[in-house]
């Protein structure tokens, strides 16, 4: 089946003969010429007007189907069809057209079904977007305020290992976790051979140490659970944490996916250091911040959310087509996509 591409080519009113044969209504037409929308495999757009698509499904189903050429020739293009609603007071007529092996779709699903991360690498999109990572906190800076050679250092939910050997903390001296298998296997290739400790294990769940084996322990993007890190820190020992806040990126999630619940609510720093706190720590360090993050084509906000399943769920160029559509119109009209990243900073002490 093909998508249909359904577009508000003209509106009409007539004043005169609403006054003499309409009784006054509280909503009318709020169709505006130029409106597109697409309907995925013949079926209704979300949100379309139910009296319109009862006058056009029959030629859009058909659209969808292959089909076309209505009434022999009628359309100077055969896979397109011109209707109008069924409203006589303020008529709308709908462009409809096929869309026959769209190459903006077809680089869409290219960057679907190509999208993977190693670790935390977002090369395949770099210089398609720009991140402001211009926090009020430096979180290597930060770490390193209280890192020493000699210390034992734990880096939990890794990732592939990258920002942690950036630190160039002695391997013998380093543990870290990861529980995301493809980063999982990186890790056991990269970190292993080096020296580092590097179990896996959950972020949320019983970290596979003893008790009170490190004086530091970080987290960048990861599972915390404030227990088991109080545990596994000596007394006197430091967790630093950055994290994603719940709020992240949620201009570009509800343009993609609509409204949705936020994945993670909790996510916020007060709600955060009280965790903390009722596991015995001392916070030292509080801080939250949102910064821009902006895409420059729509095949590079794809290919992000499609590696972000977490944040943009059950997301699919084919069950999003309309909402990709739109981001392309709002694209072209205002040069980017732009959301906000939502960032927090906490330091504890045991």
């Known amino acids: 089946m093909k998508n249909v591409k359904i577009t508000a080519i003209r509106k009409a009113c007539y004043p005169d003969l609403m006054e003499k044969y309409e009784n006054p209504i509280e909503h009318s037409c709020d169709v505006e010429e130029g409106q597109t929308w697409i309907s995925c495999g013949g079926e209704q757009p979300e949100g379309f007007c139910d009296s319109?698509?009862?006058?056009?499904?029959?030629?859009v189903k058909e659209l969808a189907a292959g089909g076309g050429n209505f009434y022999d020739g009628w359309m100077k293009n055969p896979k397109s069809a011109m209707i109008?609603?069924?409203?006589?007071?303020?008529?709308?007529s709908f462009y409809l057209e096929t869309?026959?092996?769209d190459k903006q779709i077809a680089a869409w699903k290219e960057e679907e079904n190509i999208a993977h991360i190693h670790g935390w690498d977002f090369s395949h999109i770099e210089g398609r977007f720009t991140e402001d990572t211009n926090f009020p906190w430096d979180y290597r800076q930060t770490i390193d305020e209280y890192r020493k050679p000699e210390m034992r250092l734990l880096d939990i939910d890794t990732g592939g290992g990258e920002f942690l050997l950036s630190l160039g903390h002695p391997y013998e001296n380093t543990a870290a976790t990861e529980n995301y298998p493809p980063n999982v296997q990186l890790c056991k290739k990269t970190l292993l051979?080096?020296?580092?400790?590097?179990?896996?294990?959950?972020?949320n769940g019983k970290l596979p140490?003893?008790?009170s084996m490190f004086d530091l322990v970080i987290n960048r993007h990861g599972d915390f659970n404030p227990g088991e890190i109080y545990r596994v820190l000596k007394p006197g020992g430091i967790f630093v944490m950055q994290q994603v806040g719940a709020e992240n990126e949620r201009e570009l999630?509800?343009?993609?996916?609509?409204?949705?619940?936020?994945?993670?609510?909790?996510?916020?720093a007060d709600k955060a250091a009280a965790k903390?706190?009722?596991a015995g720590f001392c916070i030292l360090r509080q801080e939250e911040c949102f910064r821009p993050i902006r895409f420059y084509d729509v095949g590079a906000l794809v290919w992000f959310a499609r590696v972000l399943p977490w944040e943009f769920p059950d997301f699919s160029v084919d069950t999003h087509i309309e909402n990709l559509m739109k981001a392309q119109k709002q694209l072209e009209e205002k040069g980017c996509l732009e959301g906000s990243t939502h960032r927090f900073l906490l330091v504890a002490q045991k």
């Open 253 to 268: 999630i509800e343009l993609l996916c609509g409204k949705t619940e936020l994945p993670f609510p909790e996510q916020y």
């Open 99 to 101: 869309l026959e092996d």
């Open 52 to 59: 319109a698509w009862e006058s056009m499904s029959a030629f």
């Open 84 to 92: 109008s609603c069924n409203d006589g007071f303020r008529p709308v």
């Open 209 to 211: 140490f003893g008790d």
């Open 276 to 278: 903390f706190r009722q």
């Open 193 to 203: 051979p080096l020296g580092v400790d590097f179990r896996q294990a959950d972020g």
